[in-house]
């Protein structure tokens, strides 16, 4: 699809209207300028024409520790877009700095349509012919606050792009990097992407938005998703981290597989755990993945020790595969993609119904039943696999009351022995018996 790209300087709105084309909040918005810093990606439909917008970081006109890194993304972006929307501010008309963009946008050579923004009201319409003055043709006003002309600004976007077709691959595997901040996950969605897609710092927190790259791996199409770091609710001293905290739960919600990526040298924190728990919460597939390896001092058998450590830090995922890399040099990045690949068809794997119910008698004949403090003993009439995505099974009993957490957790340790489930959860839920097997639950 064409892709058009948002750019302007700091705190013109250029989030605020990313939003309002996607129409959802997907990108943050701060009134603090040079909030969005990494370029986000998100699909827009209008007139049967769909094109991706990319959100951008605001070009600084001062020197800061993100200025340099986000003129690069702004660059890039405008050297992979179709038609690039600048964002102005109605309200304090041409700036140097506008025009600093613009002449930006000119030696591009990309096509443009510049959006004057915080247009809120008819009266304001003749501060819009300023904006003719940086030498574009196409020129809206605009307010993406109140929705206005928003209509007409898409229009114009969708004039100028090239008459492409839509491909989609029903098989690509969206994988969500997650983690703690400052683990490296940026850096992986780099070495994975070969390219600097992900703005990279020392300093903790520097990915706010979730960014998707589209990758090919041992065949497959992927998807990768670098997400902001989660820190603990009590340390969001800011709107911002609260944003980027909701995100990253919707980027686990929208992959496939997460890839949980936690510090060799610190694994298993209570966020990693939280994290975890989350992925398993959604029905996601998860890959345990310890980074910077190569910073552990060598020793006989340490990955074993990891092993032996994370399982007894997490009992709760004895069945997630567990990966070691180094984002910095690439050791065993190599591996993901044919663990994802993994975890993504067992999520689709599914048991026949005569062959879970003749498997299952055969387990549960040598099982004592739970019962209830009546003396009343579980009875299993029957079980079939109702869903997958994650794999989800239903038993049908005569006392779903009696049925306990360990012998659930029993249950679905058999279900593994049955069918392979690596790196997937599985759902099992329990049901009184219906008038016959064919009854849909």
């Known amino acids: 699809m064409p892709i058009v790209a948002i750019v302007g300087r700091p705190n013109v709105g250029k989030s605020s209207l990313f939003n309002r084309m996607l129409g959802r909040r997907e990108a943050i918005v701060d009134d603090m300028p040079g909030v969005t810093r990494d370029r986000l990606y998100g699909e827009v439909q209008w007139n049967e024409r ?47 700095s506008d025009e600093d963009v613009a002449l930006l946008l000119r030696r ?35 307010s993406a ?63 706010r938005d979730p960014v998707d790259t589209s990758v090919i791996m041992e065949g497959r199409r992927f998807r990768l998703i670098d997400t902001a770091g989660l820190r603990k609710k009590s340390r969001m001293d800011s709107d911002l981290e609260y944003y980027s905290f909701v995100r990253t739960l919707a ?6 597989v997460a890839l949980l990526l936690m ?19 959604k029905g996601r597939g998860l890959i345990l993945a310890a980074n910077k390896w190569d910073l552990l001092p060598k020793k006989d058998k340490l990955g074993d020790k990891m092993i032996g450590n994370i399982r ?17 040099n690439g050791r065993g990045v190599q591996k993901i993609a044919t663990s994802a690949i993994g975890v993504f068809e067992n999520r689709r794997h599914r048991i026949p119904t005569n ?19 009546r003396g009343k ?21 005569n006392d779903p009351e009696i049925v306990d957490s360990s012998f659930e957790n029993h249950i679905q340790k058999e279900l593994r022995v049955l069918g392979e489930f690596s790196g997937s959860p599985i759902r099992t839920y329990w049901r009184g018996k219906p008038a016959s097997p064919n009854e849909t639950p």
């Open 355 to 373: 062959v879970l119910n003749r498997l299952m008698r055969d387990i549960l004949a040598f099982d004592r039943l739970p019962s209830n403090k």
């Open 145 to 207: 606050l109140h929705k206005r002309n928003l209509d007409d600004l898409l229009d114009s976007i969708v004039a100028k792009l090239p008459e492409t077709e839509e491909v989609y691959d029903e098989d690509e595997i969206r994988i969500s990097i997650v983690g703690r901040p400052n683990v490296g996950k940026s850096s992986l969605l780099n070495k994975l992407a070969k390219e600097e897609r992900s703005l990279v710092s020392p300093i903790a927190g520097t990915t």
């Open 263 to 281: 510090e060799a040298e610190e694994p298993c924190t209570d966020s990693d755990k939280k994290i975890a728990a989350h992925v398993v919460e």
């Open 251 to 256: 980027a686990v919600d929208r992959s496939d």
């Open 50 to 96: 769909s094109f991706y917008a990319v959100d951008t970081g605001g070009i600084l006109g001062e020197q800061t520790s993100f200025s340099a890194g986000i003129e690069v993304h702004v660059k890039q972006a405008l050297s992979e877009c179709d038609l690039a929307v600048l964002v102005v501010d109605g309200t304090a008309g041409v700036t140097a």
């Open 312 to 328: 007894d830090e997490m009992p709760f995922l004895p069945w997630a595969p567990v990966l070691f890399m180094s984002a910095l």
């Open 108 to 142: 591009s050579g990309c096509p443009v349509v510049v959006a004057v923004n915080k247009i809120d009201d008819p009266r304001h319409e003749l501060r819009v012919s300023d904006a003719y003055s940086l030498g574009f043709e196409d020129v809206v006003g605009v």
């Open 377 to 397: 003993a579980l009875k299993i009439y029957y079980c079939l696999q109702s869903g997958i995505e994650p794999p989800t099974f239903v038993f049908f009993v």
